[in-house]
């Protein structure tokens, strides 16, 4: 396996995702598109590719070129067959919640106009040690059938 892939166990099967970087060059390259971030992020947490994450995001009300709300998000993530639970959180910037958020599982971090994919502590962004100020976590899971 390349550098640039990290293969996971979460939820009992195999994972294999791409990079911060690479869903960059597949958004401005393949997409011609920008302010995708809510876009890695679903593509991270659901373990689909980028195009797969934007149909569903599409499908759910984003924008080319335009960012997506938390509804937006929560939805395409649904219709991925996954949920989103609200998590509290005591501090404001990114670091700071990411040293209290559980080490396993998979979690969004919704700032102002920015979404961030945190798997197995892993954080999915440009910015991993962003101080922007936090506005919400969800932890997400499966749905149970």
């Given amino acids: ?9 979460l939820w ?5 995702y791409a990079n911060f970087s690479e869903m960059k060059h597949i958004g401005m390259t393949h997409y011609n ?3 995708f971030c809510s876009v ?3 593509a991270a947490i ?4 980028f195009t797969k994450a934007y149909q569903a995001l599409k499908k759910h009300g984003r924008k080319h070129r335009k960012g997506a709300t938390i509804p937006k998000i929560t939805n395409a993530l649904n219709s991925l067959g996954l949920i989103c ?7 404001k910037c990114q670091t700071q919640v ?9 979690f969004l971090i919704y700032q102002k106009d920015h979404v961030v994919a945190v798997i197995n502590g892993k954080v999915i962004d440009e910015n991993p040690k962003s101080k922007k ?6 932890s997400i899971n499966k749905k149970q059938i």
């Fill in 33 to 35: 598109d920008k302010g």
């Fill in 40 to 42: 890695v992020a679903v």
């Fill in 12 to 16: 009992g099967f195999d994972m294999i």
């Fill in 1 to 9: 396996m390349s550098h640039s892939h990290l293969s996971m166990m």
């Fill in 85 to 91: 639970r609200p998590v509290a959180f005591r501090h």
């Fill in 133 to 138: 100020h936090v506005r919400a976590v969800v």
């Fill in 46 to 49: 659901a373990s689909v590719k």
């Fill in 98 to 106: 990411l040293r209290d958020l559980p080490k396993h599982g998979r």
